[in-house]
């Protein structure tokens, strides 16, 4: 790796100034790369050597590009965060309200608010213990649904 110039330490600030919203190009000029192609390879190689091992395999690519999308957003976020946090803390409207709005944003990326149409769920989603009873609303739905799995085993 080191033959084709290749630096951990370079790979690593792009990672850095990519995080803090600096685009390729400017990368690219800023560290000495070739062009923004190169910046940007070396940004992957980056997120390659931080990446923890998982077990989607190579077919989940947009999958994983999507995460690592998502996961620099949310590392800006929290970079954001933690240079108004102290002002918050010491009570600083300002800096509270965006705080609030940078916690409302990760909140979103990471889906924990519903959609703003979806329906409201008509009972909570828990796993039921055995012998734990069923609404009778849910009786048929549940039937049904075996009886479709059951089908599709002896089909298939």
Not at 19 to 45: E, P, Q
Not at 82 to 106: F, H, M, N
Request: glycine share 8%; hydrophobic share 40%; charged share 30%.
């Amino acid at each position: 790796m080191a033959g084709k110039g290749h630096s951990i330490e370079r790979d690593l600030q792009v990672l850095e100034l990519r995080r803090s919203g600096m685009a390729f190009d400017a990368i690219a000029t800023a560290l000495g790369f070739a062009n923004k192609g190169s910046a940007c390879k070396a940004y992957h190689r980056a997120l390659e050597r931080a990446r923890v091992p998982d077990d989607l395999g190579a077919g989940y690519a947009d999958l994983a590009a999507h995460e690592a999308k998502k996961q620099l957003e949310l590392d800006r976020l929290d970079r954001l965060q933690q240079g108004l946090w102290a002002k918050a803390a010491r009570g600083d409207l300002g800096a509270v309200d965006r705080v609030l709005d940078i916690s409302k944003q990760r909140a979103r990326l990471e889906n924990l608010y519903p959609p703003r149409n979806a329906a409201p769920a008509l009972e909570p989603s828990v796993p039921r213990q055995p012998g734990q009873v069923v609404p009778a609303s849910r009786v048929s739905e549940i039937r049904e649904r075996r009886a479709r799995e059951a089908s599709e085993r002896s089909s298939g």
